[in-house]
């Protein structure tokens, strides 16, 4: 059964710092591109940044290009996401999701429960 | 980038009704690589749909996608309780964009 467990969200201040991490479980971890996806309370859902198995391609959205940086540990089967420079408009949900591609990030077809971060002062 | 319109953004329907929801892209989806996702509150997605009309695992044949192009569809061919909730689209022919969602309410 595939797993993914997110952790490490949190209250932070604007301008702070915060890493998420993803353990991830049932599956060849290094086989698949995965993703962060976020959603803003009462919002829908926004593509944040994917990379792929083997982690030597990533991808960003505009709005956090030059502040998050995703990275990989395939020996430990986790995702993480280091995220800089936080502004109120990064308080969301964010989302670990398993893509159904090795390379790029296409669809999701498995989910973490999510973990809440706050950018707040 | 591509920009995804849902409509409409809310369906007030009853159990056992058809329900129909629209997804209009901004410009084309290579290879109609589109995707739809149900939420329930407190939830993660869950896929429903992946290449525009292929049915991800476990999801009931009630759940169907159709489309090409820029005008994209789900159908839920005959509502049941657990299938009030809000559905997203998803492209990832260029990047990857979701639709706003649409909610389908019971009446």
């Known amino acids: 059964e595939v797993q993914l467990l997110e952790s490490g969200g949190g209250l932070v201040q604007p301008g702070g710092s915060l890493r998420l991490s993803c353990a991830a479980s049932g599956f060849t971890f290094s086989s698949y591109a995965m993703s962060w996806v976020r959603q803003a309370p009462g919002k829908g859902l926004e593509w944040v940044s994917g990379?792929?198995?083997?982690?030597?391609?990533?991808y960003y959205a505009g709005s956090v290009k030059g502040r998050f940086t995703i990275s990989r540990d395939n020996s430990y089967n986790t995702l993480f996401l280091q995220m800089n420079s936080l502004r109120a408009e990064d308080t969301a949900v964010y989302y670990c999701?398993?893509?159904?591609?090795?390379?790029?990030?296409?669809?999701?077809?498995?989910w973490g429960q999510g973990t809440l971060v706050t950018v707040s002062s | 980038e591509i920009v995804l319109t849902q409509s409409p953004g809310t369906l007030s329907l009853s159990p056992g009704e058809r329900a129909t929801l629209s997804c209009r892209a901004s410009?084309?989806?290579?290879?109609?690589?589109l995707a739809w996702y149900q939420q329930k509150p407190g939830q993660a997605p869950r896929l429903l749909i992946y290449?525009?009309?292929s049915r991800a695992t476990g999801i009931p044949d009630r759940f169907s996608g159709s489309g090409s192009g820029t005008d994209f569809t789900l159908t839920i061919s005959r509502l049941e309780p657990e299938d009030f909730a809000v559905y997203y689209c998803?492209?990832?022919?260029?990047?990857?964009?979701f639709g706003q969602g649409t909610k389908v309410e019971i009446k």
């Open positions: 998803q492209q990832y022919g260029s990047s990857r964009t």
């Open positions: 290449d525009a009309s």
């Open positions: 410009q084309s989806v290579s290879s109609s690589y």
């Open positions: 990379i792929s198995g083997s982690g030597g391609s990533t």
């Open positions: 999701a398993k893509t159904n591609s090795r390379v790029a990030p296409n669809y999701f077809d498995y």
